[in-house]
């Protein structure tokens, strides 16, 4: 009898619903990275110049971290089926909104709206994993999740740039429509209602909340534009997101928050999350620049910039299930993390080691071994991230979670951005040192 379970599980109800709301995360994950690839096609197109065309990315990132703290209160109110229909349904026809924008204004306002409705789609996805699989069921599934987290950020680059080299820049946005068309469709006709809780919204609290969080994410995007602590607007948007944290944190700890706090008296919770923040950090920073230093350095096409790192993502399949299967079982999750972190600091330390010459093996070999440290980090620490939790707190649990994640993304390509800048003005000056018209190097 349990055979016959073991053998259907795929083909389970519940595993399909929870297949399909992952795909829904995947595609908003990979949103995050696939219009990066296809901005100079936008700003021909939108008439954007480099600094306003960024507000496209800056605002989706902006509303997604606002919304995401949310996911516990809002699944709680409207139950899950309820959010994860509204989701794909908005995150859908924004998506379509947005291909079909003509001027700026437009597409960040579109960009908004799909930031909005695709925020709770990853806490969504781990939530339902966790109330509804247990023991290996659920081993099984938050592999599948931790290949979305990891696969979003690979694919977005390799599609954004197959997409913008191949087709319309406007179809990167268009593709999404058919992944909410039949998830929603799954999520309608086979998920059941949950019990939904009549609770009261805390709108101080929120707007304390939405103010700190989202001046914080505004000052870690555009820090590095505006020269940082140089600029009085980027030190007012610090001071802003200090104080609306902290009266946040304040008012949650003596009358009511919109985010149960109590998740962090949960020391393993606290853990994963900063090894998640901090690994995130670490990853997206190698991911972020890479294309651009294959376009720019070596003068590789956009297309062949996102191929050539594809097998970081084969990699990374095959990884899964290997782990999944018989490392963790065999070593344990703490020993297969440490491992994933080891082998991720190798390949990061052989590409920091690149020459001028472009070296297809190099690129390869270190790509496909960030894909097996990546994986062999994110398994085992997505199976331990909940441990602790009554069902009850699944959803605070996720948005908190998948909130960490989100940020460390965006702190890691602003440090990298930071050091790329400061490093090529430090060369700049170096070279103008050197250039006279009395050196007879350049007579």
């Known amino acids: 009898m349990s055979t016959k379970v073991k053998a259907g599980f795929w083909s389970q109800k519940r595993t399909i619903i929870g297949l399909a709301i992952s795909l829904l995360a995947l595609?908003?994950?990979v949103d995050l990275t696939i219009v990066a690839v296809a901005i100079p096609q936008i700003m021909g197109a939108l008439g954007a110049n480099i600094e306003t065309v960024a507000d496209i990315?800056?605002?989706?990132?902006?509303?997604?971290?606002?919304?995401?703290?949310?996911?516990?209160?809002?699944i709680e109110k409207y139950g899950m089926k309820r959010v994860a229909l509204a989701s794909a349904i908005v995150f859908g026809i924004s998506s379509i909104m947005c291909g079909l924008s003509t001027s700026l204004t437009e597409m960040i306002i579109f960009r908004a709206i799909q930031g909005v409705g695709g925020a709770f789609l990853p806490s969504l996805a781990q939530a339902y994993i966790a109330t509804n699989f247990k023991k290996d069921e659920f081993n099984k599934m938050m592999a599948v999740y931790s290949m979305v987290i990891v696969m979003g950020p690979i694919l977005g680059p390799l599609l954004g740039g197959a997409i913008s080299e191949n087709m319309s820049w406007r179809w990167i946005f268009y593709v999404n429509v058919p992944i909410c068309v039949v998830a929603g469709v799954i999520i309608f006709f086979m998920m059941e209602n949950t019990k939904i809780k009549n609770i009261k919204i805390d709108y101080i609290s929120f707007g304390f909340m939405a103010i700190g969080?989202?001046?914080?994410?505004?000052?870690?995007?555009?820090?590095?534009?505006?020269?940082?602590?140089?600029?009085?607007?980027?030190?007012?948007?610090?001071?802003?997101?200090?104080?609306?944290?902290?009266f946040f944190l304040w008012r949650g700890l003596i009358c009511s928050s919109v985010i149960n706090l109590?998740?962090?008296?949960?020391?393993?919770?606290?853990i994963t999350s900063f090894l998640c923040f901090a690994f995130v950090l670490l990853f997206s920073a190698a991911l972020a620049y890479l294309p651009t230093m294959l376009q720019q350095i070596y003068g590789y096409p956009v297309d062949l910039a996102g191929y050539i790192t594809a097998p970081r993502g084969i990699s990374a399949a095959i990884t899964a299930i290997f782990v999944q299967a018989f490392l963790i079982k065999k070593i344990g999750c703490?020993?297969?993390?440490s491992l994933g972190m080891i082998i991720f600091a190798i390949s990061s330390f052989m590409q920091a080691s690149f020459s001028s010459i472009p070296n297809e093996f190099d690129i390869l070999s270190t790509t496909m071994l960030q894909g097996v440290g990546?994986?062999?980090?994110?398994?085992?620490?997505?199976?331990?991230?909940?441990?602790g939790f009554e069902e009850k707190d699944m959803g605070d649990m996720s948005g908190a979670f998948n909130f960490f994640r989100n940020f460390g993304s965006s702190v890691g390509t602003a440090v990298v951005a930071t050091i790329i800048s400061r490093s090529q003005q430090v060369h700049f000056q170096e070279v103008g040192q050197n250039i006279s018209a009395l050196n007879p190097n350049f007579q």
Not at 218 to 235: E, P
Not at 374 to 387: D, R
Request: glycine share 8%; aromatic share 10%; with cysteine.
């Open 374 to 387: 990546m994986m062999m980090f994110f398994i085992p620490l997505m199976q331990v991230v909940a441990v």
């Open 27 to 29: 595609a908003e994950i």
């Open 213 to 246: 969080v989202g001046c914080l994410e505004l000052f870690v995007d555009n820090g590095n534009s505006h020269g940082w602590f140089d600029s009085i607007g980027i030190i007012i948007l610090l001071a802003i997101a200090i104080l609306g944290i902290g």
């Open 262 to 270: 109590s998740i962090f008296k949960n020391t393993n919770f606290v």
């Open 334 to 337: 703490r020993s297969v993390m």
């Open 57 to 74: 990315t800056t605002i989706y990132i902006v509303a997604a971290a606002i919304c995401i703290l949310l996911s516990g209160l809002v």
